[in-house]
């Protein structure tokens, strides 16, 4: 697929974002911002009028040489929606992450072409071939890192940036798993996933950019001899061969290798934790157990071990255990990919490649759709979690799925202290203050380290007798009389403490049989920030049972239930948050009435996949394509995967013939084909014959 529109981005003052880009290159802490591609352009009829300079992003490009930069500018040269002016000189600025220099190709036109790299200070030096190999693997991993997964939250982020493909057949495979090979011990420096508290050569970027592009392609045999290979270095990247292993349906071996590898490193917490992933996964909850409580212990700061045995008491239904595994997960601050410092332009150019045109997937009317919006809908807090808080927040709310909000309210006053009965305690305690401590009172168990123990220590400072501070600001006029509903009561308030920075003790609380929390000394603080999870789940259930009450009475009037294609959007994902996938699906449907929604369409997408449903799925998928097409994304892992899967299940010539068979214009179903190409490239299970 080969777009042949350029996004421009025109500049105030000349190299303005480069600039920028030099300034900031201090900043960056993990892969780096999109490529900076810079153009000055000269006006064909005046040789004497000042030239402008326009700029636009890139993800995917090839930026193994000096060579292939160049010829991606080469082909900026002549464009087909600018006749008036003529491309002079062009800038390509690649961030290399190992190294932190920002590598940069100028191209004069016609003329020569002048590559060097630039540090954190501005110097200039020359790049080496080493570098030139780091800079490769580092635009791979961000053409992943920084892809739509169709729902386009990431294509409105920044604003003009084209993202190719950057591995489109084997041989551009091997190039990458080779580079791959030859620098993975060095993917720590790259930095990891903001749920991970410190890189470690199993969870970086480079990791997850291997696993996302084998999940992807469907390339197990590749991932498996790369692992492979790798794991004769180190025993350790034994847990990233056997989920390999188990996403290409080798289960048997995974097993073994899992066995193997636990022996030699028994308290390995990626071992442990891929373990307790599978036994999880064939409904053996008991075994995952006491591997979640050792990964714990052998990773007591990292919120993957503490998540992973929330969902174990989750899955064998200990409910009290589930809320206070919770409470104890390390809670990080969400660090977001590195983004571009843009300056003010001028003007912004976004043309549409002839090949992406269709009414039928025109978003246009979403302009100004904003104003349209409820107050109450817009404030939902948790739309904007990310990170840790994201994932804390879905574990809470599965919680809720299974036993329903009254009781987890229930639950939550049997194992944290309340407010009530704080104050209860206060007034009716005889020992002075300087002597109690409600902090320590409600942490230790009657089996808990004495006084001397530093997790004591650590909350005997005195912040649970601050009044908790959630009791109003996370949920915007929840004490209204008329948002209140029978079904959903507002929660009673915990005492909370600030989060400590030390070390949560990694042993289950007292009380082995779950059913005793009525005494004030085995309850728990509750954590400030799970405090405030709980009233932002009571403001999305309060508007989730507002939305659901007042449909019901317009359908028992028989009278149409009107929102704007926004509010259905945001109703769809507070359903999806909430786990109601009927509800989901429907809001999401009203939206795609209303007007055309790349995030409404991937979650009818995702309704139609789980339910089997080839031809919807199909149609859905063909208008994703085509709509990120349009904004200048070639790419997408999510899509991609989706289109495999289900060439997979019922084979490559059945779906190009339905493709085919869809009503919407050549050029649109072109899209989709290519992406089927992908899939025959690689050899993908279905495409043969």
Known sequence: MVSSAVPEIFEQEDNAAVE????????????????????VKQPVKSSTAKPVSVYHHVTGQ????????AAYINTLVYSPHDKQHKVVSGLYCCYNAFSRLDMRVQVQI??????????????????????????????????????????????????????????????????????????????????????????????NHLTTGLLDYIRTTGRYTS?????????????????????????????????????????????????????????????????????????????????????????????????????????????????????????????????????????????????GETDLVHPT????????????????YALLTEITKRIGWDQLLKIRSQVFVMEEEYRNERQHSVVPDHQRNASTTAIRSPTSPGP?????????????????????????????PRFLEPRVSKPSHTVTVAPQNETPDPQPPADPNHTSYTQFQHKRLCERWLDNLFMVLYEDLRVYTIWRTESAQYAAQRLQYKKSGEEWEILGELAERLHRQEESVEAYANCLETRFSPKAMKGVLQHHERAGDLLPALGCLIRLIAWQAKWYSEFSPSLL?????????????????????????????????????????????????
């Open 20 to 39: 920028l880009r030099t300034e900031g290159l201090q900043h960056l802490r993990e892969l780096g911002p999109p490529d900076l591609v810079e153009l």
């Open 62 to 69: 090839d930026a193994s040489s000096s060579a292939s930069l």
């Open 110 to 203: 016609p003329g020569t072409v002048e590559s060097y790299c630039v540090n954190e200070r501005g110097d200039k030096f020359e790049a080496s071939e080493e570098q030139w190999l780091e800079t490769y693997l580092c635009s791979v991993l961000r053409a992943y890192s920084y892809a739509d997964d169709g729902s386009g939250d990431t294509i409105k982020k920044i604003v003009g940036v084209r993202r190719f493909n950057p591995i489109t057949n084997t041989e551009a495979e091997h190039r990458f798993l080779e580079a791959a090979e030859r620098l993975f011990f060095n993917g720590w420096q790259l930095g990891s996933d903001p749920d991970i508290q410190v890189p470690n050569l199993v969870s």
């Open 223 to 367: 991932g498996i001899n790369l692992f492979e290979k790798l794991r004769m270095r180190d025993p350790e990247i034994a847990s990233l061969l056997a989920r390999v292993y188990i996403s290409g349906d080798e289960e048997v071996k995974a097993v073994r290798l899992l066995h193997e590898a636990i022996e030699q490193l028994p308290m390995d917490y990626s071992l442990l934790d891929a373990q307790a992933e599978f036994c999880i996964s064939k409904g053996r909850s008991d075994l995952a157990l006491d591997l979640a409580r050792r990964s714990v212990i052998s990773a007591p700061s990292e919120f993957g071990t503490w998540a992973r045995l929330v969902q174990v008491y989750i899955s064998m239904e200990q409910w009290d255990m589930a809320l206070l595994t919770l409470n104890s997960c390390p809670m990080f601050t969400y660090q977001d990919k590195d983004s571009p410092r843009l300056p003010d332009p001028a003007r912004v150019s976004l043309p549409l490649a002839p090949e992406t045109m269709c009414d039928e997937i025109d978003d246009a009317g979403a302009v």
């Open 377 to 392: 809908l817009r404030r939902l807090s948790a739309a904007h979690y990310k990170g840790t808080f994201q994932k804390a």
């Open 452 to 480: 001397d123990n530093s997790s004591s220590n650590a909350a005997s400072h005195g912040q649970a007798e601050e009044r908790p501070s959630s009791s109003g600001s996370s949920a915007p006029n929840a004490t209204s």
């Open 641 to 689: 995967h989706t289109i495999r899967r289900l060439i997979e299940d019922e084979g490559a010539v059945k779906i190009r013939s339905i493709v085919q068979a869809t009503s919407l214009p050549q050029h649109i179903l072109d899209l989709t084909h290519g992406y089927a190409g992908l899939c025959a490239q690689f050899r993908s299970t279905g495409t043969e014959g």
